[in-house]
């Protein structure tokens, strides 16, 4: 984890037990470096997306702090466009007050519903306190499985 947005700038891997494959991409939105950098990112994201078959759920990270922004909701069209399943992850959680918390997390659950390929709810997450982290395990575990996420 950092505190510095844009630190992942390559395509990696994570074999989760040879049942599930983690893959962490580059990001889109707001990072700390060159613009052209971050259109090469997007480009190599975009690319490792298409096509994929076995692809089962991308999970989307939101900034808490932030809620969804304009980058992200034209990400969510894109995903809708290519019907590539996603859950939208709430991020640094407890940064945020707890009624704040419960607004954003109720307007990006609402926001879910509008869109085709998104998953009908939200996880709001702290990797710091590791609230979320359980039932976003438990999500991508019932993937694994190829049980039901709800």
């Given at each position: 984890?950092?505190?510095?947005?844009?630190?992942?700038?390559?395509?990696?891997?994570?074999?989760?037990?040879?049942?599930?494959?983690?893959?962490?991409?580059?990001?889109?939105?707001?990072?700390?470096?060159?613009?052209?950098?971050?259109?090469?990112?997007?480009?190599?994201?975009?690319?490792?997306?298409?096509?994929?078959?076995?692809?089962?759920?991308?999970a989307?990270?939101?900034?808490?702090?932030?809620g969804?922004?304009?980058?992200?909701?034209?990400?969510?069209?894109?995903?809708?466009?290519?019907?590539?399943s996603?859950?939208?992850?709430?991020?640094?959680?407890?940064?945020?007050?707890?009624?704040?918390?419960?607004?954003?997390?109720?307007?990006?659950?609402?926001?879910?519903?509008?869109?085709?390929?998104?998953?009908?709810?939200?996880?709001?997450?702290?990797?710091?306190?590791?609230?979320?982290?359980?039932?976003?395990?438990?999500?991508?575990?019932?993937?694994?499985?190829?049980?039901?996420?709800?």
């Amino acid at each position: 984890m950092s505190h510095t947005p844009g630190r992942t700038q390559q395509i990696n891997f994570f074999d989760l037990g040879h049942r599930l494959m983690l893959v962490d991409l580059p990001g889109y939105g707001y990072a700390e470096a060159p613009k052209g950098a971050i259109k090469d990112w997007t480009r190599l994201a975009d690319r490792f997306l298409r096509g994929r078959v076995a692809l089962k759920r991308i999970a989307l990270l939101i900034d808490a702090r932030r809620g969804l922004m304009a980058g992200d909701r034209a990400i969510m069209t894109g995903f809708d466009e290519r019907a590539v399943s996603y859950l939208m992850v709430l991020t640094k959680a407890d940064a945020v007050k707890p009624p704040a918390l419960a607004r954003t997390l109720a307007a990006v659950r609402e926001e879910a519903t509008q869109h085709v390929a998104a998953f009908p709810d939200a996880i709001a997450t702290s990797a710091r306190t590791g609230a979320g982290i359980p039932e976003l395990r438990a999500h991508f575990a019932a993937l694994a499985l190829g049980a039901p996420t709800r």
